[in-house]
């Protein structure tokens, strides 16, 4: 298939991926000039309308979802019974490879990853589509560590019956949830048990069951309980734990109800806050994550037995004189005790959430993240601002609240196509996106200087200040045609093909100025301005005419008796070229027993009638 060119625009260009119904082609657009993905159906399932109906689904599921964490579909189509699906080209690794090669992910950058796996499942979920095979397989990373959820192969549209055989309805089974195992109903928090899989992976560096066949490990998910090992709990905020042991639990409902809910708990891990409704267990894990408070201890009561008066005095003495030496050692030792140093306050704006912390307890001081809001200059989890300001004065152990950058805010990517090219830039610039690259292309249905496609497309949900491709018409592809007079023919031929014009009628005729095979004239004329395909009409010249005299004894080609008078006959010559078009040259009156000489005009090889008296003789061979 490589170098093969598919609905006129794609040009194949090697394989980069292959799965059990599918290979995919690293393709050139040729129309957009841009490299994309194009998945193929494999020649074995051509004839099986079950596989058909399948990689259809899947066309038609992703098509219909635009989001920058899901891989877009740009076409779909069928030639030659090839099924094929053009997809963006996501240079970069699978979640699978990437996890192989880190063997397993710090839990910062897994949070990272899940979140943005959670929009994108949010997104398919609002568009009533369930992916059903969530897997590190078919999330791409791209060289911005971007996830992509790809591969629609097995999802279906949400019913209120979504209830499918098993063989149909599963997906990778390490990542396959309860129901779908059972072949029961499939909703939303299906694709959040794979996605709490996917996340114990990245954690741990390995799936949670494994056997020697599908069928163990399917009934492991169905019937044994997912733990953390000892080791794997060492970095892991225990908050975090508890998201992933939500996600796995068995029963649906009492996993996350949506993909949004899931999203809240883990912006609220990043940002080191407790999660709602539940209290984390181990103190210092993350930064602003309260530990719970430790149980006081059981203080066993003495047995009620009346003491004697005696031991009653003697027990009170000891007691008095005990609060009195402790009294005295407060006083002494106050003044060590109850004085707290002040300290100023270090500017900590601009830095890592993380790096702040370790500053202000350097100084001595707590911290307490106030809130997050979103900024388009200040990345993820760094400081936007504090309170109080820097140089503050403050004691040791009091408290500097954090405003936190939760990054770019997502915008709605505008639809400037249509439009002339200086209002959609102004369009997109008041909007804060970013006009990367304006790509110029003819384009013979679209008027000059008009947007005709934008990269990312429209309604597509990205980071406020995400940069835009946009595509812009030169209007109709046309060509100024040069001056091809003066040329071989041949040389006018490649000249005119260059210009992306069509050679078309090619005359020929006499010439005194050019010689053979030279052109004479041309329409159109040259430096005229015509659409690129038009067809230029060559005159091209045979050469300057050659004379030659042919002598005719008129007495050789008719009979008349010596002793009458000499018969005066009709002479006419007709001259014949190669392409049997023929001329009269010569028509004369002449006595029967002459003998005359004619002039002829040619090129090359011809041919000569003699005609006496309306008898033709001939023809006979001249060469000029």
Same mark, same amino acid.
């Given at each position: 298939?490589?170098?093969?060119?598919?609905?006129?625009?794609?040009?194949?260009?090697?394989?980069?991926?292959?799965?059990?119904?599918?290979?995919?082609?690293?393709?050139?657009?040729?129309?957009?000039?841009?490299?994309?993905?194009?998945?193929?159906? $494999?020649?074995?399932?051509?004839?099986?309308?079950?596989?058909?109906?399948?990689?259809?689904?899947?066309?038609?599921?992703?098509?219909?979802?635009?989001?920058?964490?899901?891989?877009?579909?740009?076409?779909?189509?069928?030639?030659?019974?090839?099924?094929?699906?053009?997809?963006?080209?996501?240079?970069?690794?699978?979640?699978?490879?990437?996890?192989?090669?880190?063997?397993?992910?710090?839990?910062?950058?897994? @949070?990272? !990853?899940?979140?943005?796996?959670?929009?994108?499942?949010?997104?398919?979920?609002?568009?009533?589509?369930?992916?059903?095979?969530?897997?590190?397989?078919?999330?791409?990373?791209?060289?911005?560590?971007?996830?992509?959820? /790809?591969?629609?192969?097995?999802?279906?549209?949400?019913?209120?019956?979504?209830?499918?055989?098993?063989?149909?309805?599963?997906?990778?089974?390490?990542?396959?949830?309860?129901?779908?195992?059972?072949? &029961?109903?499939?909703?939303?928090?299906?694709?959040?048990?794979?996605?709490?899989?996917?996340?114990?992976?990245?954690?741990?560096?390995?799936?949670?069951?494994?056997?020697?066949?599908?069928?163990?490990?399917?009934?492991?998910?169905?019937?044994?309980?997912?733990?953390?090992?000892?080791?794997?709990?060492?970095?892991?905020?225990?908050?975090?734990?508890?998201?992933?042991?939500?996600?796995?639990?068995?029963?649906?409902?009492?996993?996350?109800?949506?993909?949004?809910?899931?999203?809240?708990?883990?912006?609220?891990?990043?940002?080191?806050?407790?999660?709602? &409704?539940?209290?984390?267990?181990?103190?210092? !894990?993350?930064? &602003?994550?309260?530990?719970?408070?430790?149980?006081?201890?059981?203080?066993?009561?003495?047995?009620?037995?009346?003491?004697?008066?005696?031991?009653?005095?003697?027990?009170?003495?000891?007691?008095?004189?005990?609060?009195?030496?402790?009294?005295?050692?407060? !006083?002494?030792?106050?003044?060590?005790?109850?004085?707290?140093?002040?300290?100023?306050?270090?500017?900590?704006?601009?830095?890592?959430?993380?790096?702040?912390?370790?500053?202000?307890?350097?100084?001595?001081?707590?911290?307490?993240?106030?809130?997050?809001?979103?900024?388009?200059?200040?990345?993820?989890?760094?400081?936007?601002?504090?309170?109080?300001?820097?140089?503050?004065?403050?004691?040791?152990?009091?408290?500097?609240? #954090?405003?936190?950058?939760?990054?770019?805010?997502?915008?709605?990517?505008?639809? @400037?196509?249509?439009?002339?090219?200086?209002?959609?830039?102004?369009?997109?610039?008041? #909007?804060?996106?970013?006009?990367?690259?304006?790509?110029?292309?003819?384009?013979?249905?679209?008027? $000059?200087? $008009?947007?005709?496609?934008?990269?990312?497309?429209?309604?597509?949900?990205?980071?406020?200040?995400?940069?835009?491709?946009?595509?812009?018409?030169?209007?109709?592809?046309?060509?100024?045609?040069?001056?091809?007079?003066?040329?071989?023919?041949?040389?006018?031929?490649?000249?005119?093909?260059?210009?992306? #014009?069509?050679?078309?009628?090619?005359?020929?005729?006499?010439?005194?100025?050019?010689?053979?095979?030279?052109?004479?004239?041309?329409?159109?004329?040259?430096?005229?301005? @015509?659409?690129?395909?038009?067809?230029?009409? #060559?005159?091209?010249?045979?050469?300057?005419?050659?004379?030659?005299?042919?002598?005719?004894?008129?007495?050789?080609?008719?009979?008349?008796?010596?002793?009458?008078?000499?018969?005066?006959?009709? @002479?006419?010559?007709?001259?014949?070229?190669?392409?049997?078009?023929?001329?009269?040259?010569?028509?004369?009156?002449?006595?029967?027993?002459?003998?005359?000489?004619?002039?002829?005009?040619?090129?090359?090889?011809?041919?000569?009638?003699?005609?006496?008296?309306?008898?033709?003789?001939?023809?006979? !061979?001249? /060469?000029?």
């Amino acid at each position: 298939m490589k170098g093969r060119m598919l609905a006129n625009r794609y040009e194949l260009l090697e394989t980069i991926g292959q799965g059990g119904m599918a290979i995919v082609y690293k393709a050139m657009d040729t129309l957009l000039n841009r490299t994309v993905a194009v998945k193929i159906l $494999k020649q074995e399932f051509n004839e099986n309308e079950q596989f058909i109906k399948k990689f259809r689904r899947e066309s038609q599921a992703a098509a219909s979802l635009s989001h920058n964490n899901i891989v877009n579909v740009f076409d779909v189509g069928v030639e030659d019974n090839i099924h094929f699906i053009v997809m963006e080209y996501v240079e970069g690794d699978t979640l699978k490879d990437y996890i192989r090669k880190k063997g397993k992910l710090n839990w910062k950058e897994a @949070v990272y !990853i899940a979140k943005q796996i959670a929009f994108a499942l949010d997104h398919a979920h609002k568009n009533n589509i369930i992916h059903r095979d969530i897997k590190p397989h078919n999330i791409m990373i791209n060289e911005e560590t971007i996830p992509k959820v /790809t591969d629609f192969g097995i999802a279906r549209a949400i019913t209120s019956s979504t209830i499918t055989l098993v063989e149909e309805t599963m997906g990778s089974v390490h990542y396959i949830s309860p129901e779908q195992a059972r072949g &029961g109903f499939v909703d939303e928090r299906s694709d959040l048990y794979s996605l709490g899989i996917v996340m114990y992976e990245m954690l741990t560096g390995r799936v949670p069951f494994d056997g020697d066949n599908s069928i163990s490990v399917a009934i492991k998910h169905i019937q044994e309980e997912i733990e953390f090992l000892e080791d794997d709990l060492d970095d892991i905020p225990e908050s975090l734990e508890d998201i992933v042991l939500k996600l796995i639990r068995k029963n649906p409902k009492e996993r996350y109800e949506n993909a949004k809910e899931l999203v809240k708990d883990l912006i609220a891990v990043q940002s080191g806050e407790k999660i709602a &409704g539940r209290e984390t267990k181990k103190p210092g !894990i993350l930064p &602003g994550i309260l530990a719970t408070s430790k149980p006081k201890p059981v203080v066993e009561k003495p047995s009620e037995k009346k003491p004697k008066e005696g031991k009653m005095k003697k027990t009170t003495m000891w007691i008095l004189g005990g609060l009195i030496l402790l009294f005295l050692a407060v !006083i002494l030792l106050s003044s060590r005790y109850f004085s707290v140093n002040e300290v100023s306050v270090p500017s900590v704006e601009g830095m890592n959430i993380l790096e702040a912390a370790e500053k202000l307890e350097e100084e001595g001081l707590k911290y307490e993240i106030e809130r997050t809001e979103s900024s388009a200059t200040i990345p993820e989890d760094y400081i936007i601002s504090q309170n109080p300001n820097p140089g503050t004065i403050l004691k040791e152990g009091q408290t500097v609240k #954090l405003v936190v950058s939760s990054g770019p805010r997502e915008a709605e990517v505008p639809d @400037v196509t249509g439009k002339f090219e200086v209002e959609g830039v102004q369009e997109l610039e008041n #909007l804060n996106f970013t006009v990367k690259e304006i790509s110029r292309q003819f384009n013979d249905d679209v008027e $000059k200087d $008009k947007i005709y496609d934008q990269n990312p497309r429209p309604g597509l949900m990205v980071k406020e200040g995400a940069e835009i491709i946009i595509y812009v018409s030169k209007g109709k592809d046309t060509a100024v045609v040069e001056d091809f007079v003066g040329m071989s023919l041949e040389d006018a031929r490649r000249a005119i093909t260059a210009l992306g #014009l069509q050679v078309g009628e090619v005359r020929e005729v006499v010439s005194d100025k050019h010689g053979q095979g030279i052109v004479e004239n041309q329409d159109p004329k040259p430096n005229a301005e @015509v659409a690129k395909n038009s067809v230029v009409s #060559l005159t091209v010249s045979k050469g300057k005419l050659q004379t030659k005299d042919i002598t005719i004894n008129i007495g050789r080609y008719i009979e008349y008796d010596d002793d009458d008078e000499v018969p005066t006959v009709s @002479v006419k010559v007709t001259l014949i070229d190669q392409s049997s078009n023929s001329s009269v040259v010569y028509e004369r009156n002449h006595k029967a027993d002459e003998t005359i000489s004619v002039t002829l005009e040619g090129l090359g090889v011809q041919y000569y009638q003699i005609e006496i008296d309306g008898e033709k003789f001939g023809p006979e !061979i001249i /060469t000029f």
